[in-house]
């Protein structure tokens, strides 16, 4: 089975602080693919990034970047300068053989409130 | 281009009433699903459909069916509502699977089953 924990419920910040999301999942394959997903305020999921197993290289995309360690099983999520635009709930999600690669795992979210 | 297509956004329904979920995209993907979330729940797989008369079940199936009879469409169906399937339900799409892209996902349709 497949499993993704988020286990920050909800972090608060404020404006220009760097913020950590972390990601810890399990599963069995070893072949297998990572997602980011942001939720803002208006409802709409929003695809951030997606790793395969295979690449460990850490990506940056302007202020935000991701470390994808196998050895500890996380995908973690930096934002660095973090604007109030960034409030939102953030999944992390899996995918896997099991459904063909068709269908994603999600954590249940993080909540992040940026304040001015 | 309109993406991943659902109607309706909003619908409230009593309890033991019927009612269809539409999801529609116009990319030719194969690959569709349904998902609802919850409070602190994150997003859960209900059903989903790999191609035209294909379709399996996901992590919480019970009380919804699906049939993809186009590879454009597929309906998810509630065919006795009780308060337990009050969420937001979102549709969601690719091309071939999460091994060649992402998922694209609907607006989401809120629902309310009093």
């Known amino acids: 089975a497949q499993k993704v924990t988020q286990a920050q419920t909800e972090i608060s910040v404020v404006e220009k602080e760097d913020v950590t999301l972390d990601c810890v999942y399990e599963t069995r394959d070893t072949t297998y693919y990572l997602f980011w997903y942001k939720q803002p305020p208006s409802g709409e999921l929003v695809f951030l990034i997606r790793?395969?197993?295979?690449?460990?290289q850490n990506e940056i995309s302007g202020r935000y970047s991701w470390n994808f360690q196998k050895s500890t099983s996380s995908f973690n999520f930096t934002i660095t300068a973090s604007q109030v635009v960034d409030s939102a709930v953030y999944f992390c999600?899996?995918?896997?053989?099991?459904?063909?690669?068709?269908?994603?795992?999600f954590g249940k979210g993080t909540m992040l409130l940026v304040s001015p | 281009n309109a993406g991943v297509t659902q109607t309706p956004k909003f619908q409230v329904l009593k309890t033991g009433q019927s009612m269809t979920l539409q999801c529609a995209q116009d990319?030719?993907?194969?690959?569709m699903s349904w998902y609802r979330q919850d409070p602190g729940m994150g997003l859960r797989l209900i059903h989903y459909?790999?191609?035209?008369?294909?379709?399996d079940q996901g992590e919480v199936p019970n009380g919804y069916n699906v049939s993809r009879s186009t590879t454009e469409d597929f309906p998810l169906r509630l065919l006795s509502a009780a308060p337990s399937q009050t969420s937001v339900y979102f549709c969601?799409?690719?091309?071939?699977?999460?091994?060649?892209?992402?998922?694209?996902f609907g607006e989401g349709s809120r629902l309310t089953v009093l």
């Open positions: 969601a799409s690719s091309y071939s699977g999460t091994n060649t892209g992402e998922l694209f």
């Open positions: 999600a899996l995918s896997g053989a099991l459904s063909g690669y068709s269908t994603l795992t």
């Open positions: 790793r395969n197993s295979f690449d460990e």
């Open positions: 990319m030719n993907h194969e690959y």
């Open positions: 459909s790999v191609g035209a008369g294909i379709t």
